[in-house]
T-cell receptor, first 112, second 114 residues
Framework: GEDVEQSLFLSVREGDSSVINCTYT??????LYWYKQEPGAGLQLLTY?????DMKQDQRLTVLLNKKDKHLSLRIADTQTGDSAIYFC????????????FGRGTSLIVHP | NAGVTQTPKFQVLKTGQSMTLQCAQD?????MSWYRQDPGMGLRLIHY???????DQGEVPNGYNVSRSTTEDFPLRLLSAAPSQTSVYFC?????????????FGPGTRLTVL
């Protein structure tokens, strides 16, 4: 199976919360990241979490990490049309090249 | 700082032609990498470099060559383009290990091979 897995699509209504999920396989992952890609642009780091943390909050963003289940989620509160983008989960591993492994990306569509 | 720059933004090639995708960064990052992005496939690593003079293969290196003669530049060469290389190519750079490891991405090159 893939190292980092994500569902491909998520559709939400403006103002609702969005939850994007990711699973990874390597228990030696050190950092886990969420990147955002807007149409026609490169990826930009949205937030990250170190593997010894359970949760990280940054304004409308909440990252939850369940190390036992190797599950990472990104919650976006009060989702806006400007949040429509592709969201990539990524991880780096201790002792590795420190080049992250990316998931396939989740396309978030926000409709009025 | 310009960050990570890529040229050209768009390119159309015929099968068998060669070309070089340019990538440069002005942040003094040691790590640089090339990815290709295809629908439903996400980002796949082609080649990467951990410093000037050092390169290594990623997940999908076949048909591509790289070199890293300076810290700033990391060109990607297609020796004989094939339609399967139609894709969007992203260059990225980052600090070395010990940091958070944030990747800084260029705007991408959209390549079509006919």
């Amino acid at each position: 199976g893939e190292d980092v897995e994500q569902s491909l699509f998520l559709s939400v209504r403006e103002g609702d919360s969005s939850v994007i999920n990711c699973t990874y396989t390597d228990s030696s992952s050190t950092y886990l990241y969420w990147y955002k890609q807007e149409p026609g642009a490169g990826l930009q780091l949205l937030t990250y979490i170190f593997s010894n943390m359970d949760m990280k909050q940054d304004q409308r963003l909440t990252v939850l990490l369940n190390k036992k289940d190797k599950h990472l989620s990104l919650r976006i509160a009060d989702t806006q049309t400007g949040d429509s983008a592709i969201y990539f989960c990524a991880e780096t591993r201790a002792g590795g090249s420190y080049i992250p492994t990316f998931g396939r990306g989740t396309s978030l569509i926000v409709h009025p | 700082n310009a960050g990570v720059t890529q040229t050209p933004k768009f390119q159309v090639l015929k099968t068998g032609q060669s070309m070089t995708l340019q990538c440069a960064q002005d942040m003094n990052h040691e790590y640089m990498s090339w990815y290709r992005q295809d629908p439903g496939m996400g980002l796949r690593l082609i080649h990467y470099s951990v410093g000037a003079g050092i390169t290594d293969q990623g997940e999908v290196p076949n048909g591509y060559n790289v070199s890293r003669s300076t810290t700033e530049d990391f060109p990607l060469r297609l020796l004989s383009a094939a339609p399967s290389q139609t894709s969007v190519y992203f260059c990225a750079s980052s600090w070395t290990s010990g940091e958070v490891g944030e990747q800084f991405f260029g705007p991408g090159t959209r390549l079509t091979v006919l």
